[in-house]
């Protein structure tokens, strides 16, 4: 039976520091499984990370606990997700706790300074794939059901996704087939970052993305560069020529029709962005205005791959056809098929030299803009000012999660918190990428907590 008094702050704390050595041995078992989604790498580690999740929420006091996977159109099915329920108290509200167990590919061994699936401890961060982004994540909301344990005042459905590192390809089928089983009134998506080690954030806005592949195509096939070279330039010139054309002289977009949402009300120390960012000595930063307009609230362009001969097989002959793959962050308030649209038109339109541009849409995600003030948001924000003893920053991330737009779409009077276990030198998808396990520890008290605050009920401050 439920206790009607919560425990205090300082006894949460204490039982977190006690519970908090057997779960960084339960992060550093799921770093050890390489869980990659990607469809290059064997599958079988994703599904036995899907196990080993299960396993831990089982052990954390979750009595339903499935592997659920989406069917997909046709034949086939989507990577294993885990959700496990335990019913709370009448009239106590649902909590749906999200992250994922997938993980990027590990890229160059040789850039890690430790193998990337041996989790090692280095000055107090952990590093391997996963131990920030996002098995750090499971273990916050495992954390938080263990210690609070037969004292938790709400009903909570924790999902823990097998595909976010791909896009999330299955995510809108599976919402649409297990809507009642995800059904809750608040969802904590902990798959984002703080401001800096010692300093909470509340993730507040994230861009969208809109990625896409142009073809810059200048002869049917290859001839030899001596006999030709002059009058006709190769394709990748001519795609250099093009992606160029996408920012000013300046730095900043070129492209027209895209949405600008207002500048944050925090800014990014210049010098510790570029330590951050590990940006090279004398390189300029790109752009006007605020670095954190620059990084949330205004769109970006990278070009993320190219292909073409490699220097190692190139041969004296003018290169036909060239290709990039571009991502473009889109601005919360963008919306995404009309970025495709100003994109592609821009492209096509600043074709150099007459050459056949050809552009084939990839990945379309909704950017998202949270109240700042909802009930909710003022229990976090009261969770993690007593998790860390300072208040927390209202932050963007340049990044995306399309899938909080799909489950806004699907659960409209829902109340979502994107917060997380990362910090600037988490490295996130790069190699030696990391989790500060003094940070862990104060996400998995605060997200203990708020679990704590909804389920009293209490408007947060009272």
Known sequence: MTDPTPPTTEALRARVAAAFPSLRADLESLVRIPSVSNAAFDQAHVAASADAVAALLRDAGMPQVQILRAPLPGAGEGAPAVVAHRPGP??????????????????????????????????GRLYGRGAADDKAGVIAHVGALRVLADELGVGVTVFVEGEEEIGSPTFGAFLETYTELLRADVIVVADS???????????????????????????????????????????????????????????????????????????????????????????RLAGTGPLTARMWTRPAIAVIGIDAPSVARASN??????????????????????????????????????????????????????????????????????????????????????????????????????????????????????????????????????????????????
């Open 193 to 283: 970052s703080n401001w800096r080690v010692g300093v909470p954030g509340l993730t507040t806005s994230l861009r969208g993305l809109v990625d896409l592949e142009v073809e810059v195509a200048v002869l049917e096939h290859a001839v030899h560069s001596g006999m030709y070279g002059g009058p006709v330039l190769d394709a990748l010139t001519l795609l250099s020529r093009l992606v160029a054309t996408l920012h000013d002289d300046a730095g900043d977009v070129a492209v027209q029709g895209l949405v600008t949402a207002p500048d944050p009300t925090v800014d990014y120390d210049e010098a510790s962005m570029r330590a951050d960012a590990a940006l090279v000595d004398g390189a």
């Open 317 to 462: 002959t003018i290169t036909p056809r060239a290709t990039a793959k571009i991502s473009l962050r889109i601005a919360p308030g963008q919306d995404p098929a009309a970025a495709y649209a100003a994109l592609e038109s821009h492209l096509v339109d600043h074709a150099p030299f007459g050459a056949r541009v050809t552009v084939r849409q990839g990945e379309l995600g909704r950017p998202f803009q949270a109240p700042a003030d909802s009930d909710a948001m003022r229990a976090a924000r009261w969770a993690f000012e007593q998790a860390w003893a300072t208040a927390p920053v209202d932050i963007g991330i340049g990044g995306s999660i399309p899938f909080i737009a799909d489950l806004l779409e699907v659960y409209p009077d829902a109340a979502i918190l994107v917060t997380g276990v990362e910090d600037p030198d988490s490295r996130a998808h790069g190699a030696d990428e990391s989790v500060h396990l003094g940070e862990l520890e104060r996400v998995v008290l605060a997200e203990t907590l708020l679990l704590t605050r909804l389920a009293a009920g209490l408007p947060a401050g009272s």
């Open 90 to 123: 009448d009239g106590a509200p649902t909590v749906l706790l999200y992250a994922h167990h997938d993980v990027q590919p590990p890229g160059d061994d040789s850039a890690w300074g430790t193998p990337p699936f041996e989790p090692t401890e280095r000055d």
